[in-house]
Structures are given as structure tokens and as C-alpha cells.
């Protein structure tokens, strides 16, 4: 006589649509694509997730760790996550009963299409075992940062006072540096952390516009010093990756805002990204384009602590297009060279070869080994995800034409808080 079929309990991996900055940095980081995203959600496929854990970390606001105990026969479908605008209330009678686990095939209706991958198909191809190529701990001596004390729900409100262009006139890549002021609104941030802009307006369908994200481009006192305040790196989106027109919508809408605006902000966002306060650490900087905004906050935060005892290298990798693309050229020109060491690098001068900042890097060879020999360097990557592994790759040929050992300094370096990557 057959006994009853046993009830399966799935901890289902669920995204909080409340809280989700849409950042991608969780569907980049998934070894087996069970994240995905539409217009409106980034979700998680229930038939693919097998609860490796490698997505919670990287993670800024920590919408990613959110769980539901579920029959896994009923896992939440993609379809439904996907027009959620919160998450699901627990059953409190499964409550306590799930399990981590890959639930089976087709237990998520609308979950096709996912990978099957197995971890280690998605490995750097530069080596190591971490599905995370940077490090997901900040530097032992940063300062404690402050996250998530404002959502979409109750955001803070800011004033502009300030909103200029930062690359020339006469090129296409329109930049600005915006400054917000919060009043006597407590905004703590620190330097490489991030704040969410709530757009005004819905989209085509009528939903509220979603938050996006901002890397911060001040230091922890403010843009002006001892005020509450704060400086962002906008740059205006009038084309799609493949070239088409389109209108970014939180892109233009900062661009365009005047002094005495009131916008909505949401965050802060960010527990790793985040500089080094001992003294004597030395940082590698190296960006493009907008990716600046946190390598410009560090900057400015050191040269302020320079007079304070800071002896630490800075040492800068900054590419662009043009030079004229390039946001904050004229003050970055102005700072002492005995204070940073900056190396530029343009791809598209006419009349010029291609650069990038990986050729710079191999040019200056000898200086980046000495940093990387030094336990007390602190490496940043910010920009568009197309440079990590180049720059990844150029670390690793300077570390071995050193006579050092890539893999177990990358490793090193990592689990130290001292390799960040912040790429988009």
C-alpha cells in the first residue's frame, strides 16, 4: 500500500522589485543565468537558481536576498515576478519549512531559456576559482558606511546647486557635474558608494519610473567642504548600444535640471567599493567615461588629508574617446604631479592610434608592478564592463613579466578588500 506523496518546500530566491536599483550587477554575476530582467523587474528563474550564494555580496541595496518558503510545485513563475511591484507575503504556514535548492524543471512557468551552465563554464578566463572577480569586502580600514536610509517609498529630498557641463562644447558626450544639497536631511555617504534618483513621471504603461543608480563624485564632507552636500557624474543618453536614438530617461532629466530643482534620492547604496583610511595606502585608479565619479571622490577626499599626513601613491588610468570627451580635463591637469600620477588615454583622436587605458598601463609596466608588490595597494576598475577584462588581463602579463605570481595575488588581493571592480 503506497504511503502519501511527500510535499516539497522550495526557499524560493526572490528579488525585492521595492528595493532593486536595477543595476544588473546580480544577473553579471549568476555562474548559471538564473537571473534575468525585463523592462520592469530583475528576477530570479526558480528552475535554475541553485542557491550558490555568489549574487548576495555584490548586491548594493541587498534586494537580491530575499527569500520565500513556497510548494515548490506553485514557485513563483518569472511571468508573475516580472509585474510585481513588491514582493509576495510569506505563507506563514510554510514559513520555516523551505529548502535551498534547484527545483525542477518547469516547476516556474515562463522559466525557459536558462543556461544549465555549470559554475565553472563561467570562470574568468584570466584564472582563478571565485565566480566574483573582485573583492567583495572593503579595505580593513574604511570607514563605515551607512546604506539603504532611503527607499522608493520615502525618499529624501535634494536641492541643486549646481549643474554645469564638464567636457567641451563642441563634442557629443555631454557630462555634467550636479550637485545636491540635503539640508539638515542626515546623507551621510563615503567615497565609491552610490545613491538611486527617482525620475518624475511613468513609463508607457503607467508605472512610476524606477530609481537608477549614480556613483557618488564627492568626497565623505561634501563637494564643498562642511557642507550637506554631494556631487554626481551624469552623462546625457541620446543613443542605445547599437546606435539608435533614444532618451534616457533619468539621464536627461538630471541634465536638464536648473538650480533650486527638488529631486528625489533614494539610498545611499554600497558596502565595498570603498576607499582605505590608513595613511600610507596607495591607490590605482583606472576608469573611463563616467567611471570617474568614484576615482574623482578619492581624489579629492586624499588631496584634502594630504596636509593631514596622507602618504599614500595615487597613481590614475583615465580613458576617453577624444580628449574633449574626457569629463573634469581641465582641473585634473591642474592637480600636482607630485601628488597623483595620472595617465590618460584616448581611443578615437583623429590622425592618432587607438588607446586604451590597458596600453597606458603596459607603458607605465614597471610603476604598476612596484603597486602590485606593495601590501598596501588598493586597486579601482569603474566604467563600462568591455574594459574589466582587458585591464584584468594587462594586470596579470605586468604581474608576471615582474616575476609575481597572478593567481595567488588576485586571490590575495580579493579576499583583502583590495581589487574593486564597479563595471556597467
Not at 555562474?31 to 550564494?53: F, K, L, Q, S, W
Request: hydrophobic fraction near 35%; glycine fraction near 10%; proline fraction near 6%.
Amino acid at each position: 500500500m503506497n504511503g502519501p506523496v511527500p510535499v516539497e518546500v522550495l526557499k524560493q530566491h526572490l528579488i525585492d522589485p521595492e528595493i532593486c536599483i536595477r543595476c544588473n550587477t546580480c544577473e553579471e554575476t549568476c555562474p548559471i543565468d538564473a537571473i534575468t530582467h525585463d523592462e520592469n523587474n530583475y528576477v530570479v528563474r526558480a528552475d535554475t537558481c541553485n542557491g550558490c550564494m555568489a549574487c548576495i555580496s555584490p548586491c548594493p541595496t541587498g534586494a537580491i536576498d530575499n527569500w520565500r518558503d513556497v510548494l515548490r510545485a506553485e514557485a513563483y513563475a518569472v511571468d508573475d515576478q516580472l509585474t510585481w511591484d513588491e514582493l509576495p507575503v510569506q505563507d506563514d504556514a510554510l514559513a520555516g519549512q523551505g529548502t535551498i535548492g534547484e527545483a525542477s524543471a518547469g516547476a516556474a512557468g515562463g522559466a525557459s531559456g536558462a543556461s544549465g551552465a555549470s559554475a565553472d563554464s563561467s570562470e574568468p578566463v584570466i584564472g582563478g576559482s571565485d565566480l566574483v572577480r573582485g573583492s567583495v569586502v572593503p579595505p580593513w580600514s574604511a570607514a563605515k558606511p551607512y546604506v539603504n536610509l532611503y527607499n522608493h517609498k520615502a525618499p529624501v529630498q535634494a536641492t541643486v546647486v549646481g549643474n554645469y557641463r564638464v567636457t567641451d562644447a563642441s563634442t557629443e558626450s555631454d557630462i555634467h557635474h550636479i550637485v545636491l544639497d540635503f539640508g539638515k536631511q542626515p546623507f551621510p555617504v563615503l567615497e565609491g558608494q552610490s545613491i538611486g534618483i527617482i525620475p518624475p513621471g511613468t513609463t508607457a504603461d503607467g508605472r512610476a519610473h524606477h530609481a537608477r543608480q549614480y556613483s557618488i563624485a564627492s568626497p565623505r564632507d561634501g563637494e564643498r567642504p562642511g557642507y550637506n552636500n554631494l556631487a554626481l557624474t551624469v552623462k546625457r543618453v541620446t543613443k542605445d548600444h547599437q546606435g539608435q536614438a533614444v532618451g534616457g530617461v533619468c539621464s536627461n532629466y538630471l541634465c536638464d535640471l536648473k538650480k533650486g530643482d527638488v529631486v528625489n534620492v533614494m539610498g545611499p547604496f554600497g558596502s565595498t567599493f570603498l576607499m582605505p583610511n590608513h595613511a600610507d595606502s596607495h591607490l590605482l585608479m583606472i576608469c573611463t567615461g563616467t567611471g570617474a565619479a568614484p576615482m574623482r571622490a578619492m581624489t579629492e577626499y586624499r588631496r584634502r588629508r594630504r596636509m593631514k599626513g596622507a602618504t599614500g601613491k595615487l597613481m590614475l588610468f583615465f580613458g576617453a574617446r577624444t580628449q574633449g570627451e574626457l569629463p573634469y580635463f581641465g582641473p585634473l591637469l591642474n592637480l600636482p604631479k607630485d601628488f597623483i600620477d595620472t595617465n590618460l588615454a584616448f581611443s578615437r583622436t583623429p590622425g592618432s592610434p587607438k588607446r586604451y587605458v590597458q596600453d597606458a598601463m603596459r607603458e607605465r609596466a614597471a610603476d604598476v608592478a612596484a603597486l602590485l608588490r606593495h601590501e598596501h595597494t588598493y586597486i579601482y576598475v569603474c566604467g563600462l564592463k568591455g574594459m574589466e577584462d582587458g585591464v584584468l588581463q594587462v594586470l596579470q602579463t605586468i604581474a608576471g613579466e615582474a616575476g609575481l605570481d597572478w593567481q595567488t595575488l588576485w586571490q590575495r588581493m580579493k579576499t583583502e578588500g583590495r581589487l574593486h571592480l564597479e563595471t556597467y
